[in-house]
């Protein structure tokens, strides 16, 4: 029988996994990274399903996994993802599941894309970094990943929830 620790290690290692896989295949369409965010949707699950130490692993571990090159800022923004996903989940109290997973969804993504736009400003303020590309990169250009997000991740992390943590452990015989 696996115990509620090990279940969330090992979710969290399977998240870092396809936040690391999802990004190669989207890849392949140009520009497809950017617009539907792959490497945002496994850490928010692992947030919202195992907790804030595992979402702020897996957004740490996620996208220095992803590659030698990877940015600080994304790296700070999947950290951020997976730890306010997690503390939201923790702290805010709601009878119906869906709200909450909405609520604690949305506010890890607006957090995230806020302290991406802060790191980006501290990094890039000389090279033109401004409001407009910010809002542009964060809000508009990505709208389709934004959109997949609150569509598969609350449905994802209800799931998981009711056939992981509900149900009594089956042993093999």
Do not use: D
């Not at 090990?6 to 690391?20: E, H, N, P, R």
């Not at 401004?130 to 809000?139: D, E, I, N, Q, Y």
Request: charged residues 5%; hydrophobic residues 55%.
């Amino acid at each position: 029988m696996m115990n509620s620790i090990t279940k969330k290690l090992v979710s969290c290692a399977l998240c870092i996994a396809l936040g690391v896989l999802l990004p190669m295949a989207f890849h392949v369409i140009p520009n497809a990274g950017s617009i539907f965010l792959p490497m945002h949707i496994p850490v928010l699950i692992c947030g919202l399903f195992c907790g804030w130490p595992y979402g702020l692993a897996c957004g740490i571990i996620t996208p220095f996994l992803s590659s030698a090159m990877m940015l600080p800022q994304m790296m700070i923004e999947l950290a951020v993802y997976g730890l306010v996903a997690g503390l939201c989940t923790q702290y805010i109290s709601m009878k119906n599941e869906m709200t909450k997973l909405y609520m604690s969804l949305i506010i890890a993504m607006l957090a995230g894309r806020i302290m991406n736009g802060f790191v980006n400003t501290c990094i890039l303020s000389t090279q033109g970094y401004t409001l407009s590309v910010f809002m542009m990169a964060s809000f508009i250009t990505c709208l389709p990943g934004i959109i997949l997000q609150l569509i598969v991740i609350p449905v994802l992390v209800r799931i998981l929830n009711r056939n992981i943590y509900k149900q009594p452990e089956k042993v093999l015989a």
